[in-house]
T-cell receptor, first 112, second 112 residues
Framework: DAKTTQPPSMDCAEGRAANLPCNHS???????VYWYRQIHSQGPQYIIH???NNETNEMASLIITEDRKSSTLILPHATLRDTAVYYC?????????????FGTGTKLQVIP | ETGVTQSPTHLIKTRGQQVTLRCSSQ?????VSWYQQALGQGPQFIFQ???????GRGNFPPRFSGLQFPNYSSELNVNALELDDSALYLC???????????FGSGTRLTVV
């Protein structure tokens, strides 16, 4: 699995876009980039994933650089409920086996 | 869609004892993974089951074992409990590793 590097913490003003970076320079060609978040005392929540192309869903957008060595998760209009630890993960999807390895993540604090 | 449910929510055990944690996967999901999350750390992958067979394992000793049943529910068993086994244990399910994993809220295990 790719080793990922994220800043330990970030602040974002409520209503503004939160841009969370992730470096995954050792990611292999068949590894997807996944993002999860964990709100205090709850299980992680899946946000979005992608391989090469940028992706968007109802929660967020994922921008992956062309060389796939880094990506950015964008929460377009952060709310107080988005305060959480955000994890960027590289994981293979094949043969029914996907080992998801979490790092220490980025603690995002949304400020009123 | 009922999500992933885990039981019990909290548990206190004595060092040397054995514990069984239970997980009901999200309806239709045939892949289940277990994670250990120590305080202040990201979740650590223990193992994964796909169609009742273990098909991936993290860096955990054999005293951590599991089962997946035909209805895709699952158990995590830990023998000879140690103080360092105190953690939040998370169960996550997925359909053939497609998309992201759905996590339960976890079982908080305290070993005294």
């Amino acid at each position: 699995d790719a080793k990922t590097t994220q800043p330990p913490s970030m602040d974002c003003a409520e209503g503004r876009a939160a841009n969370l970076p992730c470096n995954h320079s050792t990611i292999s060609g068949n590894e997807y980039v996944y993002w999860y978040r964990q709100i205090h005392s709850q299980g992680p929540q899946y946000i979005i994933h992608g391989l090469k192309n940028n992706e968007t869903n109802e929660m967020a957008s994922l921008i992956i650089t062309e060389d796939r060595k880094s990506s950015t998760l964008i929460l377009p209009h952060a709310t107080l409920r988005d305060t959480a630890v955000y994890y960027c993960i590289g994981a293979q999807r094949s043969g029914g086996y996907q080992k998801v390895t979490f790092g220490t993540g980025t603690k995002l604090q949304v400020i009123p | 869609e009922t999500g992933v449910t885990q039981s019990p929510t909290h548990l206190i055990k004595t060092r040397g004892q054995q514990v069984t944690l239970r997980c009901s996967s999200q309806s239709g999901h045939n892949t289940v993974s277990w994670y250990q999350q120590a305080l202040g750390q990201g979740p650590q992958f223990i193992f994964q089951y796909y169609r009742e067979e273990e098909n991936g394992r993290g860096n955990f000793p054999p005293r951590f074992s599991g089962l997946q049943f035909p209805n895709y529910s699952s158990e995590l068993n830990v023998n000879a409990l140690e103080l360092d086994d105190s953690a939040l244990y998370l169960c996550a399910s997925s359909l053939n590793s497609q998309g992201g994993y759905t996590f339960g809220s976890g079982t908080r295990l305290t070993v005294v």
